[in-house]
């Protein structure tokens, strides 16, 4: 039931999308795509990754795996176009949609998932030649290495986007309990300086004023004037 529920949870999501015009050289060009994955499979070691491939790459990685795989047969690849053009918008928009199913019905095998040149071919910036030395063991960096030295892409989401922190989930018992001084304000910030106070005293049913401001036209203590004036 819990293995259920796990295969549930995760997810591989992969586009093909953006597709550029690269130069060669003064005569050639070529077309190449964006392959954006982004998935929480314990079998990627980034969960997030751009790269950029050209149609003969996929071409490539679908003979390599047929060659690794006998016995299972792969999706197909879009055939090639004698007349496709690189400045034809339908061209170029039906071999992305094929591309991308084909990428799609290739993480729906679970044999494949552990097949290198497939996560080198997803996950890294490495040339066809330098994916197959890596998976062969021929580099001085693993195919670990190979992966991570992929830079963060900022057409993508970044992880941390996608995975807030604990912090912003979870917030401070600070900020869920107030001190008491926040609840409970001082008597010196209820009554500031200059203001009067009046208190009431129960024993003797009077009320006195009391306050840190003074009446000039009454003198300290409480006291009346003495009429120096003699009498009439």
């Not at 044999?111 to 997803?122: A, E, Q, T």
């Amino acid at each position: 039931m819990d293995d259920g529920l796990t295969k549930k949870e995760e997810f591989v999501s992969v586009w093909v999308r953006d597709p550029r015009i690269q130069k060669d050289d003064y005569w050639h060009t070529h077309l190449d795509y964006e392959i954006c994955l982004h998935t929480n499979s314990m079998c990627f070691r980034r969960k997030i990754s751009c790269v950029r491939r050209r149609y003969r790459e996929f071409v490539w990685l679908r003979q390599r795996l047929q060659d690794n795989t006998f016995l299972i047969e792969l999706p197909k690849l879009p055939p090639r176009n004698p007349f496709f053009s690189q400045s034809n918008s339908f061209h170029i928009n039906k071999r992305m949609k094929k591309l991308q199913q084909f990428l799609e019905e290739l993480l729906d095998i679970p044999l494949l998932l552990s097949d290198s040149c497939l996560h080198l071919f997803l996950q890294s910036e490495l040339s066809v030649s330098k994916i197959e030395a890596c998976a062969s063991g021929l580099t001085r960096y693993s195919v670990a290495e190979a992966i991570q030295r992929c830079g963060p892409q900022s057409r993508f989401p970044s992880q941390e986007a996608l995975c807030p922190s604990q912090e912003a989930l979870c917030p401070s018992q600070e900020a869920l309990c107030p001190s008491q001084e926040a609840l409970c304000p001082s008597q010196e910030a209820l009554c500031p300086p200059g203001t009067v106070r009046f208190t009431l005293d129960l024993d003797s049913t009077s009320s006195s004023c009391t306050g840190t401001g003074s009446d000039p036209g009454t003198p300290e203590g409480n006291e009346m004037p003495q009429d120096d004036s003699p009498p009439s």
